[in-house]
């Protein structure tokens, strides 16, 4: 009870920085750690599932200019989503590459989940739409809020019964 009370409290925490105007501290960021201590977060209800879950970060990437906080808040959002998404004994995989042309980092969280129907996927990331029970339609609103105040985007490609995948520029 405690821990989720914790990991409750640092999530409004966040979700306060997010919503306030202005620049967050932006640093050169490495991804790798980052993805680490993210699946790291979820390893407890990854391993619970049977969701086959990892890193595929490619060699040598640079560092990001970005906020951590947002950066990670926006991470952990993508990928609760897609534990959410997938069935028991699913797959997600947490990939990263340098686009040097473009001067970006291309992160992408692929999952082997039902996917989003095309009516739905339109609207995917307007505040408080969602397709869960019990979601509250924010997350995915906020996440792309935070990446394009740091300079980067947010893109989900899906289909139904195949899963889904959502690349972060930054």
Not at 45 to 53: D, M, N, Y
Request: aromatic share 2%; net charge positive; hydrophobic share 40%.
């Amino acid at each position: 009870i405690v821990e989720q009370a914790d990991r409750l409290g640092a999530w409004l925490r966040e979700l306060l920085a997010y919503t306030r105007p202005g620049d967050g501290e932006s640093q050169a960021l490495a991804l790798g750690p980052l993805v680490g201590s993210c699946l790291q977060e979820f390893a407890r209800e990854i391993e619970r599932r049977r969701v086959k879950a990892r890193a595929d970060l490619a060699d040598g990437l640079p560092p990001v200019q970005a906020d951590a906080l947002c950066v990670g808040q926006v991470l952990r959002s993508v990928v609760a989503n897609a534990l959410e998404a997938v069935p028991d004994g699913g797959r997600i995989t947490v990939s990263a590459q340098a686009d040097a042309a473009r001067g970006q980092l291309l992160l992408q969280v692929r999952d082997n989940g039902s996917g989003i129907a095309r009516a739905e996927r339109q609207r995917v990331g307007q505040p408080f739409f969602t397709t869960k029970a019990h979601g509250m339609g924010v997350g995915l609103a906020l996440a792309r809020r935070v990446l394009e105040r740091q300079g980067g985007r947010l893109h989900i490609a899906s289909e139904p019964g195949r899963g889904t995948v959502v690349s972060i520029s930054l």
